[in-house]
């Protein structure tokens, strides 16, 4: 399996808490993460040319990709977006994560504004499973801790989610749709909320086996053909 993992470095990654949270990057992290599934896996950076490093034979060539931003939405060219966007409705799996719901790329694929509310405070996010058949979340307990988080609350302005596996829960009394499953086209595409860049939410074992499920249930299966589009018309039905 192809891994693309699509991240920026920003800033605040840069601060005390973020240089704590990921050492070795949030983007390095995902990667890693990302092979523990043996999957091959590249890594892209948003901010240094809008990911123009996301090449055609990258985008072919992927079977999962995994999108982080935060600060770089913007510079992602429309080009890119709706390249990205074909190759997920023809079966390309897509993991969004945390401040990805801002990302042209997600509003693309969902067509709404996808805002929400927010506090960034670093407490507690419990994320109540509400599918525990979902093999998202198989082995993975009724709910997960995550012990700091940046608070993300409903109203949530997704269309209905095809299949919602977590609800997270703060203590202000906010609840938001943070592991939902959306079917587009022949793609499945993940939003996962968790994993503000100063929190080391992704070194947590419990959301890395998440988002591992994840990438296996997203994922085509088997490998994707350039023309999976075409009308296939059968040699016998053109012989007469
Ligand atoms: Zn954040």
Known sequence: MNITVVCEHNASMDSEEGKKAYPEGLGACLKNLMEETGGSVSLVRMDENGAGALTDEIINGTDVMVWWGHWYHQKVSDEIVNKVADRALRGMGMIFLHSAHDSKMIKKLLGTSCSLKWREDGELERLWCVNMAHPIARGLG?????????????????PAPDELIYIGWFRGGEVFRGGCVFNRGRGKIFYFNPGHETYPTYKLPQVRQLLKQACAYVSPGIPLKE??????????????
């Open 227 to 240: 023309d999976v589009n075409c009308v296939h018309i059968p040699e016998w039905s053109i012989k007469n």
């Open 142 to 158: 009724e709910y997960i801790d995550i012990p700091q988080e940046e608070m993300y609350g409903e109203p949530f302005d997704i």
